[in-house]
């Protein structure tokens, strides 16, 4: 039987949740719950830490398992009723292992990075704000002091924070060499090895390059029907905002890393779209950060 009801994300909502759900255990005679989520991005993380920290079993799916599940229910209905209940169905047929929650210190460094992200944002709205107002005819000097004083508030917290983000690697050795380690692969900076490390929790979190390639939405999505072949594409799940800090990064690698040079180049030689063949270079650019966490060496391009 599916019932349909409504939560919001928030700590209120996660207790609404979580007497609901020990309301529907009663009346089937059970106290063994299980939740299952999807991994839409960073929506699902506040939930699943907090049922986590309650003392529940959760399981985080990839949405691309998900939508092939659909698929082979004949599913072409998509609203939110529809996809939970796809979801619920999956996870009673397919008994998912738990999700293991990351060690703090990698779940501190993403929430680290994450934030000061959003701070930067507000720096870049608030300066173009302020170039806005000062290229008026009468500008309006007591909004663009205010302005510039947020602007300096903003900056002495981003600041702050990545001082404490510096404080928590240097504080802990094995930290700081699995930084070290992906901040040796030519084009990766110390904030792209910072957060590859949390993602990947030093090495830890996959069984496999292509795994945490998939992770991070950088699969290649193939798109045929019979024997006519469409354009492939990134399949971009997972979280977006840690996918999109591995464009530069592999923009810069394209210019100074030969391993991901030559994958470039070799591809627009094949006819290969600009963007097509950026996206390869980010997905090798984690293929090669899991390997030295993994095999806990540094980067040498000679073995590429």
Request: glycine share 6%; aromatic share 8%; hydrophobic share 35%.
């Given at each position: 039987?599916?019932?349909k ?15 609901w759900?020990k309301?529907?255990?009663?009346r ?33 799916i ?62 870049v709205?608030?300066?173009?704000r ?12 007591d909004?663009?002091a205010?302005?510039k004083?947020t ?43 910072m957060l ?10 996959f ?5 945490a ?8 999505a ?5 024997n ?36 470039y ?6 006819g ?19 390997g030295?966490?993994?095999n ?9």
């Amino acid at each position: 039987k599916s019932i349909k009801k409504t939560f919001s994300n928030d700590p209120k909502g996660y207790e609404e949740l979580i007497s609901w759900a020990k309301r529907q255990g009663r009346r089937e005679n059970t106290e063994d719950i299980q939740f299952i989520v999807e991994s839409t991005g960073v929506y699902y993380e506040n939930l699943a830490f907090y049922l986590v920290d309650s003392g529940f079993k959760i399981s985080v799916i990839n949405p691309a398992h998900i939508k092939a599940f659909g698929k082979s229910l004949g599913s072409r209905t998509k609203t939110d009723h529809k996809d939970a209940y796809i979801i619920t169905l999956f996870g009673m047929r397919q008994n998912p292992d738990p999700w293991q929650p990351p060690a703090p210190k990698y779940r501190k460094l993403i929430d680290y990075r994450r934030t000061i992200e959003a701070y930067q944002k507000q720096k870049v709205m608030i300066i173009n704000r302020i170039k806005a107002l000062e290229t008026r005819k009468e500008p309006l000097n007591d909004i663009i002091a205010i302005e510039k004083e947020t602007l300096q508030k903003i900056e002495e917290k981003i600041k702050e924070l990545k001082k404490q983000m510096e404080e928590l690697i240097e504080n802990d050795p094995d930290l700081k060499k699995e930084v070290e380690l992906v901040e040796s692969i030519s084009g990766i900076g110390k904030d792209t090895a910072m957060l590859l490390v949390a993602v990947m929790e030093g090495g830890k979190k996959f069984s496999s390059a292509k795994e945490a390639a998939a992770y991070l939405g950088l699969s290649v999505a193939r798109n045929q029907s019979g024997n006519i072949e469409g354009k492939s594409r990134l399949d971009k799940q997972g979280p977006t905002d840690i996918r999109k800090c591995l464009y530069l990064p592999a923009v810069t690698a394209i210019r100074w890393n030969p391993i991901i040079k030559n994958l470039y180049e070799r591809l627009l030689e094949r006819g290969k779209a600009k963007m097509v063949a950026i996206g390869a270079a980010m997905r090798k650019l984690v293929h090669i950060a899991f390997g030295v966490l993994k095999n806990k060496t540094e980067f040498n391009p000679s073995l590429g």
